[in-house]
């Protein structure tokens, strides 16, 4: 077993892993029990997983759990406390969520974004998540107000 301590939604969270290079999904999920990331497609295509890691986005499926030590990791429930974070809000103000499954990456991405400095149509741009859902217009109209 190997001992890890990382930086999740501002808490030092230490972990007991039995392969360093556990993918960072897992932990968040199985061991400290955040299960608003969700598992996608496993290969870094469909977003489902997004995280920020120091600010930046990043697939928490592909992600080994060792390499986030010392860094500063950031999942949907670290956000915001109360969804007022401006890309949670257009979400709600949009009504996009259909069945929701992908939504925590995609706000996550959106967020990266938004911290890239980046708005509204570069936004769109850079979102390269998947949602078998479809709600791609309605995506796309909450990321044009920010």
Same mark, same amino acid.
């Given at each position: 077993?190997?001992?890890?301590?990382?930086?999740?939604?501002?808490?030092?969270?230490?972990?007991?892993?039995?392969?360093?290079?556990?993918?960072?999904?897992?932990?968040?999920?199985?061991?400290?029990?955040?299960?608003?990331?969700?598992?996608?497609? *496993?290969?870094?295509?469909? +977003?489902?997983?997004?995280?920020? &890691?120091? =600010?930046?986005?990043?697939?928490? /499926? $592909?992600?080994?759990?060792?390499?986030?030590?010392?860094?500063?990791?950031?999942?949907?429930?670290?956000?915001?406390?109360?969804?007022?974070?401006?890309?949670?809000?257009?979400?709600?103000?949009?009504?996009?969520?259909?069945?929701?499954?992908?939504?925590?990456?995609?706000?996550?991405?959106?967020? *990266?974004?938004?911290?890239? +400095?980046?708005?509204?149509?570069? &936004?769109? =741009?850079?979102?390269?998540?998947? /949602? $078998?859902?479809?709600?791609?217009?309605?995506?796309?109209?909450?990321?044009?107000?920010?």
């Amino acid at each position: 077993m190997t001992t890890l301590t990382i930086n999740v939604n501002g808490v030092n969270r230490t972990v007991s892993v039995s392969d360093p290079s556990m993918p960072l999904l897992w932990v968040l999920r199985d061991l400290i029990g955040l299960t608003g990331t969700k598992y996608g497609c *496993g290969i870094e295509v469909c +977003g489902a997983c997004t995280v920020l &890691i120091d =600010g930046q986005p990043e697939h928490s /499926c $592909v992600f080994d759990s060792s390499s986030a030590v010392g860094k500063k990791v950031v999942t949907i429930e670290g956000l915001s406390s109360d969804t007022s974070h401006p890309a949670q809000k257009a979400w709600i103000d949009h009504q996009v969520p259909q069945c929701g499954y992908c939504q925590s990456g995609m706000i996550m991405s959106c967020a *990266g974004a938004m911290a890239a +400095g980046h708005r509204g149509s570069e &936004i769109q =741009g850079e979102l390269q998540n998947l /949602c $078998v859902c479809g709600t791609y217009q309605r995506i796309k109209e909450a990321v044009s107000t920010l």
